[in-house]
């Protein structure tokens, strides 16, 4: 809300401001005529410089002018277009020859005097009216001199015309920017319009792409004119592209040596321009991005010749033995981004090979999975039938073959790049260039080759070793003995690894064997229990070993192995229950043996890293033998006593007594599943085990800090039992329930008045109320029915004039009801 001031105050404000004006203007005319008598004493000097404004209407700026001009050229070319193709029929052959030529030559001579006169816009519009001209004149020259000509060849040869001529047109007037990149843009068309009119093969067209390329790449590395460089490399990307597509699709396409061979010299052309360009490209990015292309044309070059010789399951190893082998090209005396495109040329044709081959491992790895369906149906006849599914190579000895090679490559590739596998030292920075031919010992580049070394290597022969057993088929039992000596081989290097890198990978290829080999041993149940109980114990080894390590021990393969140690117990034990022909509830009794030594592990542990991770393994292992006595309800009431058994002893522990809530919970569980076994129904049976440990609880809480609510202490026990019986009293057509649970409610009630505790009190009173209310509905229900009908609404009125009448009576009442209730605790 606005507050208006009264009127003489309101005036004396506008006083105020006013005067205030009226200062201000005699500071500015004060300032004024001092400028003023400052320009008078410096003499005439021309007016005084006007304020900026839009300019005036003979002020046209250039980005006008550039406008204007170009609007007018397009006019005139279309003109000219116009009277080429409409109006040429109403001339003779002279007139028409000597119009076009006029016009042509007058166009083509004006640029050199507007040059002259320094008018650059005009020559350059003038100079595209021309260029026109010139297009218009081949177009007549066709249709006048030689209408029987083919069309593509006539192109072809006016293209390469017409690019010549605007070639020397540029350069003779040297100011012009227009003619020299058009004639650039020009020249990609004759070798391609020619190979369309000779109906030349694809090679051939190959070719014409590919020599085109070369020369706008030529051109963009030695020219200086930047218009013509920026087409020029326009022109010799798209083309160049286009060509070594082509050039790859042949080489793809060859049947035979001799055909891979006319292809493969294609693409070594097409690799020919990228090296070069790679090699005088001022800018390393581009130099190095040009050099990864020409090494992959030449692995495409010379892997087609190799692919077309050999089987046609051999096609992706020989390419990666191309790619290999141009990793040694990086000892040749060549510029450093150059050699950097080449080792990453390699390194994407490795990668490549590595791609196609994986798939066979991740086969290997996940087609026993489908032994979870049929567990221990029969025994397959060699491991490459367990895996239930085709191999999707045709030899799938090639797959470890390639994934051997490329990890051999990893291997030696810090040496033959000079990069330390350790990392740089203090005598690769004084060798330079001896010790690292790269410039990477120091960079990105050597980092990644040590790390590629370090963990790639390790997964890439790990790959290879477990497609092997398929990829051989040797026999069931060989290749799961085959599997599991392959997760002792990694555990061994996780128990002895130095670098936690190396460890945690160790480790996580471990985890991934093994679960591999354990869907496989499913097949039999000789294979599962052997393979169970040597993962649990190979991982239980290799847990120990870490943990009794003085110091640095990795904690990532120290969590990982004792998570896997025991996940395998716990499958170990229901396995050999399951053979043991047990039911599933025994099974699960059984199984609670994990747990329990987990957790007696735990507390041997102490404050250990490992600790939490075996305690909340234990957890599940404990959930999953508690889940499988769901069926029988005393096996479940049981299992759950065991359970509330182990985290009351995990509850004893300092740092872990949150755990008691965990084991009181299990207890009581327990006891409501025995109690439905017996079929029990009443709820204060269920309630009551819970309700008196817990206000036992309360008052030795509240004997400890008297200063704790009795909500905190005693409101969950009460609710606990008294919540349920009233609902069950509600329904309960007998007269014991209710009685029994109104004396214990009154007795409540009495309870928190006499000791000054609000819980007891609010609880008690609000059910002895409600169910007093309950055993006086009917009665009231037949009171209603036998009054007359006016009487419930006197009655409403009468009582609501009594609390109106004595409303600041009631209100002092309920203050001092709250106030009482708000001193108690």
């Known amino acids: 809300m606005t507050n208006i001031p009264p009127p003489a105050e309101e005036l004396r404000l506008l006083d105020w401001e006013l005067r205030q004006l009226e200062s201000r203007r005699t500071q500015l005319l004060r300032r004024r005529a001092w400028l003023l008598g400052v320009l008078h004493a410096a003499g005439p000097a021309g007016p005084p410089p006007r304020p900026a404004g839009p300019p005036g209407p003979g002020a046209a700026p250039p980005s006008a002018q550039n406008v204007l001009l170009t609007l007018g050229g397009v006019l005139l070319t279309i003109a000219a277009i116009a ?49 026109a001209l010139t297009v218009l004149d081949a177009y007549a020259l066709r249709y006048l001199a030689l209408p029987d000509m083919d069309a593509l060849a006539y192109a072809a040869g006016t293209s390469a015309v017409l690019a010549t001529l605007w070639a020397g047109y540029g350069l003779l007037l040297g100011g012009l920017r227009l003619p020299l990149p058009t004639a650039v843009a020009t020249a990609q068309l004759p070798l391609v319009l020619w190979a369309g009119a000779v109906q030349a093969g694809d090679h051939a067209m190959t070719a014409a792409l590919l020599v085109t390329a070369a020369f706008d790449t030529a051109l963009a590395l030695w020219t200086t004119v930047r218009s013509v460089r920026f087409v020029a490399l326009v022109g010799g990307c798209a083309l160049g592209l286009w060509g070594a597509a082509s050039a790859g699709w042949l080489s793809s396409l060859a049947t035979d040596p001799t055909a891979a061979a006319r292809a493969g010299a294609l693409l070594l052309f097409a690799a020919l321009i990228a090296l070069v360009a790679a090699w005088r490209a001022k800018e390393p990015q581009v130099a190095t991005g040009a ?189 799961v003995s085959a599997h599991v000596m392959v997760v002792a081989a990694l555990l061994a290097v996780v128990g002895r690894a130095v670098s936690g890198g190396q460890a945690l990978l160790a480790a996580v290829l471990a985890l991934v064997s093994s679960v591999s080999v354990a869907f496989l041993a499913l097949a039999t149940e000789t294979a599962t229990l052997a393979a169970l109980g040597a993962l649990t114990a190979l991982f239980l080894a290799v847990c120990v070993q870490l943990t009794l390590r003085p110091r640095g021990a990795p904690a990532g393969a120290a969590v990982l192995t004792a998570c896997a140690a025991l996940t395998y117990a716990t499958a170990f034990a229901c396995a050999a229950g399951a053979a043991g022909g047990l039911r599933p509830g025994h099974v699960g009794l059984v199984s609670l043996a994990v747990p329990a030594l987990a957790a007696c592990a735990a507390a041997r542990l102490g404050r250990h890293h490992l600790t939490l991770p075996v305690e909340i393994m234990a957890a599940a292992s404990g959930t999953l033998a508690v889940t499988l006595t769901v069926g029988h309800a005393p096996t479940f009431a049981l299992a759950l006593a065991l359970a509330g058994l182990i985290a009351a002893g995990t509850a004893l522990r300092p740092d872990r007594h949150a755990v008691a809530y965990a084991s009181g919970a299990l207890f009581l569980l327990a006891s409501w599943v025995r109690l439905a076994a017996w079929e029990v129904t009443a709820p204060e049976a269920y309630t009551l085990p819970a309700t008196v440990p817990a206000l036992l609880i309360g008052l030795l809480r509240r004997r400890r800090d008297p200063e704790v609510s009795s909500w905190t202490a005693y409101g969950p026990g009460l609710a606990a039992t008294l919540l349920p019986s009233l609902a069950a009293a509600w329904g309960d057509p007998h007269w014991q329930r209710p009685l029994l649970l109104g004396v214990a409610a009154l007795a409540l009630t009495l309870a928190g008045a006499r000791h000054r505790l609000r819980a007891p009190l609010v609880l008690g009173g609000v059910v002895l109320a409600l169910d007093a209310l309950h055993e006086l509905a009917p009665y009231i229900v037949q009171v209603t029915g036998a009054l007359p009908r006016w009487l419930p609404p006197a009655l409403a009125g009468l009582l609501l004039l009594a609390v109106g009448a004595t409303y600041e009576q009631r209100l002092r009442d309920a203050r001092r009801f709250r106030n009482a209730l708000g001193r108690m605790h």
């Not at 016009?103 to 320094?118: N, Y």
Request: net charge positive; charged share 10%; aromatic share 4%.
């Open 83 to 131: 009277f080429t193709v409409v109006s040429w029929g109403h001339l003779g052959i002279g007139g028409r020859g000597a119009a076009l030529g006029a016009v042509t030559l007058v166009a083509l001579g004006a640029p050199a005097l507007l040059l002259r006169r320094s008018l650059r816009s005009t020559a350059e519009a003038v100079a595209g009216l021309a260029l």
């Open 291 to 479: 050099a990864c292309a020409g090494g992959l044309l030449t692995v495409a070059a010379v892997g087609g010749v190799l692919r077309s010789a050999l089987p046609a399951a051999w096609a992706v190893p020989g390419y990666l033995v191309c790619g290999i082998v141009l990793l040694a090209a990086v000892r040749l005396a060549l510029p450093r981004p150059v050699r950097r495109g080449l080792v990453a040329a390699s390194a994407a044709a490795q990668g490549l090979a590595a791609l196609w081959a994986l798939p066979v491992t991740a086969m290997a790895l996940l087609a026993p999975v489908g032994w979870a369906t049929r567990p221990w149906s029969t025994a397959p006849q060699d491991t490459r039938a367990a895996l239930l599914t085709e191999l999707p190579l045709p030899h799938p000895l090639l797959a470890p073959l390639a994934l051997a090679l490329v990890a051999g490559t990893l291997l030696v590739a810090p040496g033959l790049l000079g990069v330390p596998v350790g990392g740089p030292g203090p005598a690769a920075s004084r060798l330079g260039a001896v010790t690292d031919p790269l410039g990477a010992a120091s960079g990105q580049l050597g980092g990644a080759v040590r790390n590629l070394a370090r963990y790639g290597a390790p997964a890439l022969v790990w790959a290879a070793v477990v497609a092997l057993p398929a990829g051989l088929g040797l026999p069931y039992a060989v290749g």
